[in-house]
């Protein structure tokens, strides 16, 4: 139980263009969704936070008109990189918290790898 | 958010035990202490998690002093299958917000 799926795994666009990419919770409805990136041999960099039906909060830095969230359901949060450009390359991560009482892990999806061109 | 310290990388052999040990001095009193495992490209995955004392699963176990300012990550007899990044991760559950740290590179060889 409690998996986190991600689409896509991979994908390459070129610059100027936006991609997006949706995070669902398969087997569990999720309070809340988190949206990591992760540039190379470096750690997790939380981006924002997500609850279904509200907006997005997002962490200091990160540019909120360039990463659009929409948490449209309680199993549904995609995340879209608008006007990408070469420097928005990086390994994309999601994770999930369960809505239940008591849960406290946070599941985290396979990543999605962008490369912009 | 209480910030964490780890070894940057440790080296082990196969059917070791392998103990992590991760520094949390200005840990909260709501704090729970956290491991997550990553492998190269994927997810990272729930390893355990704990508030005092020790805590043990069917991968591992934590060890978390009275004081709670550290605590142990404990895999018993690892594989060439854990060589991966483990995060100790501190943070109050009501919020779930989790800050990772650099991470301990573990390196298992045959």
């Known amino acids: 139980g409690a998996v986190v799926s991600q689409h896509p795994s991979r994908v390459i666009c070129k610059s100027g263009t936006s991609v997006k990419i949706e995070c669902r919770s398969l087997?569990?409805?999720?309070?809340?969704m988190f949206w990591y990136r992760q540039f190379p041999k470096q750690s997790l960099m939380l981006m924002a936070t997500s609850n279904e039906g509200s907006k997005a909060t997002y962490e200091q830095g990160v540019e909120k008109d360039k990463f659009l969230i929409n948490h449209a359901s309680l199993t549904l949060s995609t995340l879209t990189v608008t006007s990408a450009h070469p420097e928005d390359s990086s390994f994309y991560i999601c994770?999930?918290?369960?809505?239940?009482?008591?849960?406290?892990?946070?599941?985290f999806g396979p990543g999605t790898r962008l490369t912009v061109t | 958010l209480a910030k964490t310290t780890q070894p940057i990388s440790m080296d082990s052999y196969e059917g070791q035990e392998v103990n992590i040990t991760c520094s949390h001095n200005?840990?909260?009193?709501?704090?729970?202490i956290t491991w997550y495992q990553q492998f190269p490209s994927q997810g990272p995955r729930f390893i355990i998690q704990g508030y005092k004392t020790k805590v043990t699963n069917e991968v591992a176990s934590l060890f978390i002093p009275a004081d709670r300012k550290s605590s142990t990550l404990s895999l018993p007899r690892v594989s060439l299958s854990d060589t991966a990044v483990y995060y100790c991760?501190?943070?109050?559950?009501?919020?779930?917000?989790?800050?990772f740290g650099k991470g301990t590179m573990l390196l298992v060889s045959p």
């Open positions: 087997d569990f409805q999720a309070t809340t």
């Open positions: 991760l501190v943070g109050d559950l009501i919020y779930s917000t989790l800050t």
């Open positions: 200005n840990i909260a009193t709501n704090d729970y």
């Open positions: 994770s999930a918290l369960p809505r239940r009482t008591g849960a406290y892990e946070q599941y």
